[in-house]
């Protein structure tokens, strides 16, 4: 997978959230790959996910799949 310029990424974190800073952003911007980094980190590693597998994780969250 290729690294994509991840600058102009628009960043946003769940409204789930809260403030307790233990958070994950998701970026957008990006053809094909959902990035996601850890909202405490913002300058740290970035995740590169699929955009097909991110859909399939997030429609999982939403059955409450992962308990």
């Known amino acids: 997978m290729y690294a994509p310029e991840l600058r ?3 960043w ?6 809260g403030q307790g800073g233990n958070c994950l ?3 957008g911007g990006t053809v094909g790959i959902i990035p ?3 909202s405490k980190a913002p300058d740290g ?4 996910v ?3 597998a991110w859909g399939d994780f997030i429609r999982n969250v ?3 799949h992962f308990g």
């Not at 590693?45 to 590169?48: K, S």
């Open 25 to 27: 952003e998701a970026g």
């Open 12 to 17: 946003r974190k769940s409204s789930y959230s």
């Open 36 to 38: 996601i980094r850890d």
């Open 45 to 48: 590693p970035t995740l590169l």
């Open 62 to 64: 939403k059955a409450e």
């Open 8 to 10: 102009h990424s628009r």
């Open 50 to 52: 699929p955009t097909g």
